[in-house]
């Protein structure tokens, strides 16, 4: 009898990818709140010293021990590129303008990730999941358009959130080899650790703006740290090991929407029936790419009695 396979670690990895989406969609009413009180740079070491921290931690009680050296290009390089550049751009961009624009050209990211995962990783380009990947940029589109302030925005911050989005595609890209070689909990931290080191120019700044901050920008600075990068780019990597980097970077096209959700909720800022609209059509992307053509039900086999003689045995005799 032919065995089903077990939808379980299909059904895992989608349950961590939905956790990144939902931590990272999280990260953008934090950001907001901390962002008042600390500069981007200072922002960026304090969330990842929070994350590398409580990495570490898990990684002795684990007793991960440390990647093997086929692993670490892809370690430094995302760590460099995502956990350290991006970080400090994005919050500097997000300075620059306002937070429709930023989520717009940061949604960037998910096209570039898709078309270096096919050119250096092999990844394809299903037509579902660029068809997926079509309607929820316009849905990024449409959000990133109602959300947009009228003090327009400098071309500044929009270039500072288009290497922001470069820098993410970079990062993913990078760090998927990696995770063949090491397991979803060591890239992470060790790309975390590669970060907070890109970062420690800034500690200056750090120690001086934590003096000064409120209680409340310093609790949301270390929730960052803890939830939306430890927790959150743990789970990441985790789907990522266990799928396409395009299709993954898809996924990530529900944040927009979760982001509305969010500040709903968080803030009372009440969504426009163009930003719902906008958020809808990016979740309805996220599902177009992450479905799979059915495929048509195989033939059921015929058990075979003791005894009675298999196709084929006629040619092996």
């Known amino acids: 009898m032919r065995t089903v396979p077990s939808r379980r670690p299909e059904l895992l990895a989608a349950g961590a990818a939905t956790v990144t989406v939902v931590l990272w969609a999280s990260a953008f009413v934090s950001i907001r709140s901390a962002g008042e009180a600390y500069s981007p740079g200072a922002l960026a070491l304090g969330r990842l010293l929070s994350g590398a921290l409580a990495l570490g931690v898990l990684c002795l009680l ?4 440390l990647p093997p050296r086929s692993a670490w290009r892809g370690i430094a390089v995302s760590g460099l590129l995502w956990f350290g550049f991006y970080m400090v751009v994005l919050n500097w961009g997000e300075q620059q303008v306002d937070a429709g624009t930023a989520a717009l050209v940061v949604n960037v990211g998910p096209i570039l990730i898709a078309l270096l995962g096919a050119r250096l990783l092999g990844d394809a380009l299903p037509p579902r999941l660029l068809a997926g990947m079509g309607v929820s940029f316009a849905g990024a589109v449409t959000v990133g358009l109602s959300m947009s302030g009228e003090g327009g925005s400098s071309l ?7 290497l922001a989005a470069v820098a993410y595609a970079g990062g993913v890209v990078a760090q998927k080899p990696a995770l063949a070689h090491a397991s979803a909990l060591q890239v992470t931290t060790f790309g975390c650790l590669v970060g907070a080191v890109l970062c420690l120019p800034f500690a200056g700044q750090l120690v001086h703006e934590a003096g000064g901050a409120p209680v409340s920008a310093t609790l949301n600075m270390v929730y960052l740290g803890v939830f939306p990068t430890a927790l959150a780019f743990t789970t990441w990597a985790y789907a990522l090991a266990r799928t ?3 299709r993954m970077g898809a996924t990530t096209y529900a944040v927009p929407a979760l982001v509305v959700l969010m500040s709903w909720l968080a803030l009372g800022e009440v969504p426009g029936l163009l930003t719902l609209a906008g958020g809808a059509l ?4 996220v599902a177009v790419s992450r479905s799979r053509r059915r495929r048509a039900a195989a033939p059921a086999e015929r058990t075979v009695s003791a005894g009675e003689p298999r196709p084929g045995d006629a040619e092996r005799v």
Do not use: D, W
């Open 156 to 162: 500044f911050g929009v270039v500072l959130c288009l």
């Open 62 to 65: 684990r007793r991960e021990g």
């Open 244 to 246: 396409t980097a395009g």
């Open 282 to 285: 990016c979740l309805a992307g």
